[in-house]
T-cell receptor
Framework: RKEVEQDPGPFNVPEGATVAFNCTYS??????FFWYRQDCRKEPKLLMS???SGNEDGRFTAQLNRASQYISLLIRDSKLSDSATYLC??????????FGKGTRLSVIA | EPEVTQTPSHQVTQMGQEVILRCVPI?????FYWYRQILGQKVEFLVS????????KSEIFDDQFSVERPDGSNFTLKIRSTKLEDSAMYFC???????????FGPGTRLTVT
């Protein structure tokens, strides 16, 4: 049973495009939700936390639907530098982070 | 900006050998973690450590693994007798509070031949 599921991609989009990633999680007790970004052979870096009310950080918007156990990330006006793997991460309070396998994004000039 | 550091960046070892991976967490952090990522796979939790003892460990973290905070700055992961399947990227992370706001180091790539 996969705890956090993501479409692996790759998503190949032109610069300036809007792209959306989705993620589902199986543990209904999950309390904290995040999107991390991972560049090739590098460490995961926190992109943003995800709140029930939805939150926005510049070109990035994250949404959480607790009833459906579904998280999304929207990237507007894609840049070449957005090319990376985006990891959906959940946690049940003080328990360890549970990572999805990631969705690979390639932004093309 | 303070960061987590890890050494070495790449370690090659023969099957059956012991390896020690080193981490220096952010200085005022109290909670420490090890994760691993096999090439092409997801990041997986190994162990968390607080107040000089293991607070949680996964089923991956068997008797071949151990962690230690030998002094005030280092946090180490030891694999006693490496297997081929231990080949992976090992990430150390730390946080100032328990929970999900964890900061990751750049990782050590372990290759077991």
């Amino acid at each position: 049973r996969k705890e956090v599921e993501q479409d692996p991609g790759p998503f190949n989009v032109p610069e300036g495009a809007t792209v959306a990633f989705n993620c589902t999680y199986s543990n209904s007790a999950s309390q904290s939700f995040f999107w991390y970004r991972q560049d090739c052979r590098k460490e995961p870096k926190l992109l943003m936390s995800v709140y029930s009310s939805g939150n926005e950080d510049g070109r990035f918007t994250a949404q959480l639907n607790r009833a459906s156990q579904y998280i999304s990330l929207l990237i507007r006006d894609s840049k070449l530098s957005d090319s990376a793997t985006y990891l959906c991460v959940v946690s049940s309070g003080n328990t360890p982070l549970v990572f999805g396998k990631g969705t690979r994004l390639s932004v093309i000039a | 900006e303070p960061e987590v550091t890890q050494t070495p960046s790449h370690q090659v070892t023969q099957m059956g050998q012991e390896v020690i991976l080193r981490c220096v967490p952010i200085s005022n952090h109290l909670y420490f973690y090890w994760y691993r990522q096999i090439l092409g796979q997801k990041v997986e939790f190994l162990v968390s450590f607080y107040n000089n003892e293991i607070s949680e460990k996964s089923e991956i973290f068997d008797d071949q693994f151990s962690v230690e905070r030998p002094d005030g700055s280092n946090f180490t992961l030891k694999i006693r007798s490496t297997k081929l399947e231990d080949s992976a990227m090992y990430f150390c992370a730390s946080s100032d509070l328990p929970g999900p706001e964890q900061y990751f180091g750049p990782g050590t790539r372990l290759t077991v031949t």
